[in-house]
C-alpha cells in the first residue's frame, strides 16, 4: 500500500515562507542604517556641488537652499578658464600614470618574492621592510630633498615618480604587504604544476599569479592613483615652475587668487575631485573583492 499524506491545513504557511519576513524586515533595517549612516558622509560633497552652482550671494542665505535658482554654470568655465588647469591636468595625469606603472610592476615583483618563492632570510627581510612603516615621513623629507637637489632633479616630475618603481619607496610598503597577502590566497598547487611543465618563476608571475590577482591590483591601482592625484606636498617641495604645477597646487594657487570668489572656487574644487569619483565607481567592485579576499588563504 502507498501513504497518502495528509492534505495541509487551510491558511498554513511554510516553514520557510515564515523565516522570510523577519529577513527581508532585518535587510530593510540594514540598508536604511546604511543609507542614515552615508547621509554625513555625503553632505560636504553635495554642499560642494550646489554652491559651485549657485551665486556667491544666494550661498550663504539662511535657511540654506539646496537647488539653485538659476544654475550658474559659468562659474565652471570661468573658474577652469582663469588659470590653466588644462595644463595643470596633463601634468597630474602624468605623474599619476608613471606612478601607478612603477608601483603596481615593482611591488608585485617584490610580493612574488616574499610570498611565492622561497629564499634564505625572506621572513628577516620582509619584517625589516614592514619596519619602514613605521618611520614618519617627516624623518627622510629633508635627506630627501637634499639628494634631488644634488641630483638636479629639482622642478622636475622625477622626485614624484621615480621612487614609485622601487619597492618599498614612495609609501610602497603597504602595497607589498597588501599584494602579498592576496597572493598566498593562491593555491601553491598550480605553480607546481607549472614548474614541473618547465616554466620559470617569471613565467609563473605573469601567466599564473597577476592574472588571477586582478582585485588586488585594481585596488593597489585606486589607492596609488588617489594618493598621486591628491598630493600637495610633494609637488610644493620639489615643482617651482607654474607650467609643472599638478591640480593640487594649482587649485591651492587658485585659492590664494580668488579667494572671496566662492563659486569660482567651489566649482575648480568639484572639477578636481571628480576624476577620483568616477574612478571608484567604475571599479569599485573589484576595490571591495580585492579588499574582502586580502589576507584570506586557501
Known amino acids: 500500500m502507498t501513504a497518502v499524506a495528509a492534505p495541509e491545513r487551510a491558511g498554513s504557511v511554510a516553514p520557510t515562507e515564515g523565516l522570510r519576513k523577519p529577513r527581508r524586515y532585518g535587510r530593510a533595517l540594514l540598508y536604511l542604517l546604511l543609507v542614515a549612516g552615508s547621509i554625513p558622509t555625503l553632505l560636504p560633497f553635495v554642499w560642494l556641488v550646489r554652491s559651485a552652482l549657485m551665486q556667491d550671494t544666494q550661498m550663504f542665505v539662511s535657511p540654506p537652499e539646496w537647488i539653485p535658482s538659476p544654475f550658474q554654470w559659468s562659474n565652471f ?7 590653466p588647469f588644462g595644463r595643470y591636468f596633463v601634468n597630474t595625469v602624468v605623474i599619476a600614470v608613471l606612478s601607478v606603472l612603477g608601483t603596481v610592476l615593482t611591488c608585485s615583483v617584490a610580493a612574488f618574492s616574499f610570498s611565492r618563492l622561497r629564499w634564505r632570510g625572506r621572513n628577516i627581510v620582509f619584517a625589516l621592510l614592514l619596519s619602514g612603516v613605521m618611520l614618519p ?12 637637489q644634488e641630483l638636479g632633479a629639482l622642478d622636475t616630475i622625477a622626485p614624484l615618480t621615480v621612487p614609485s618603481w622601487f619597492a618599498g619607496a614612495g609609501g610602497g610598503v603597504f602595497n607589498v604587504f597588501l599584494l602579498r597577502q592576496f597572493f598566498l590566497t593562491i593555491p601553491f598547487e598550480l605553480d607546481e604544476a607549472a614548474y614541473i611543465d618547465g616554466a ?8 599564473i599569479v597577476m592574472p588571477l590577482s586582478k582585485p588586488a591590483i585594481i585596488v593597489v591601482t585606486i589607492f596609488t592613483f588617489i594618493g598621486t592625484w591628491n598630493d600637495f606636498l610633494g609637488p610644493l617641495l620639489y615643482l617651482q615652475n607654474e607650467e609643472n604645477y599638478t591640480l593640487s597646487l594649482g587649485l591651492a594657487s587658485f585659492q590664494s587668487m580668488y579667494l572671496t570668489q566662492w563659486g569660482y572656487l567651489m566649482a575648480a574644487s568639484a572639477a578636481v575631485i571628480a576624476p577620483i569619483i568616477v574612478l571608484f565607481f567604475v571599479l569599485q567592485r573589484y576595490f571591495i573583492e580585492g579588499v574582502t579576499l586580502t589576507g584570506i588563504k586557501n
Open 200 to 207: 620559470s618563476p617569471w613565467r609563473v608571475f605573469w601567466t
Open 77 to 83: 568655465t570661468e573658474a577652469l578658464t582663469a588659470q
Open 137 to 148: 615621513y617627516a624623518v627622510t623629507l629633508i635627506p630627501t630633498f637634499v639628494m634631488w
